[in-house]
């Protein structure tokens, strides 16, 4: 079975740009997350989603938004881009929406110049 | 208290030993707590998780311990081999939220 499929997987901005990064579940799972991971660190919760709608949003500025499909896919959208949001941002699918095992896609490697 | 306190930040192993991590955490609210191991250019991937009802569970090579009392828990690799070199992660989140609070990553490597 397909894994978390995320796209593109690298992308490089200049400062003020805006951008979209994609993300489909693992079939049947219901629930993304979004993630940011600067080079170093530990993953940081941006949001999640669950059947379109919004169930939780980390500390991150209003230039980061997100949106859920139907068919559960999910856009992680980025406008008025910084030199500091340049970082590998991860996408997480499960069943349901609270407290179940999360698996991650590969990540989108977005470089910011 | 959001944060999971993860250490050591780095670990060498001969092959064949045992590799040693551990997570500390503040908020008793948490109720699930992943592990996560991550290689190069590629996502965390899920290793073994736990729930506090109880205190250890094993999956082949990978054993989490987990001490409700002291808030801690800790990932033990028996027997580790090169290709456990990586990038391992603890993580706990709360009971109504899929949001992951991570620790800050231990880089593991094995030598031959």
């Known amino acids: 079975d397909a894994g978390v499929t995320q796209s593109p997987t690298h992308l490089i901005k200049t400062r003020g740009q805006h951008v979209t990064l994609r993300c489909s579940p693992i079939s049947g799972h219901k629930s993304v997350s979004w993630y940011q991971q600067v080079l170093g660190q530990g993953p940081q919760f941006i949001f999640q989603y669950y059947e379109k709608e919004e169930r939780g949003r980390g500390n991150f500025p209003d230039r980061f938004s997100a949106r859920q499909f139907p068919n559960y896919s999910s856009e992680l959208n980025v406008n008025a881009l910084l030199l500091g949001d340049s970082a590998l941002y991860l996408c997480?699918?499960?069943?349901?929406?609270?407290?179940?095992?999360?698996?991650f896609g590969d990540g989108t490697r977005l470089s910011i110049l | 208290q959001q944060q999971v306190k993860q250490s050591p930040q780095s670990l060498i192993v001969q092959k064949g030993g045992i590799s040693i991590i551990n997570c500390a955490y503040e908020n008793t609210a948490f109720d699930y707590f992943p592990w996560y191991q991550q290689f190069p250019g590629k996502g965390p991937a899920l290793l073994i998780a736990i729930r506090p009802d109880v205190s250890e569970k094993k999956e082949g090579r990978f054993t989490i311990s987990f001490n409700k009392s002291a808030k801690q828990f800790s990932l033990h690799i028996m027997d580790s081999q090169p290709g456990d070199s990586a990038t391992y992660f603890c993580?706990?989140?709360?009971?109504?939220?899929?949001?992951?609070?991570f620790g800050t990553g231990t880089r593991l490597q094995v030598f031959p």
């Open positions: 993580a706990a989140s709360m009971k109504n939220t899929d949001k992951l609070i």
């Open positions: 997480a699918s499960s069943p349901g929406p609270r407290n179940q095992p999360q698996h």
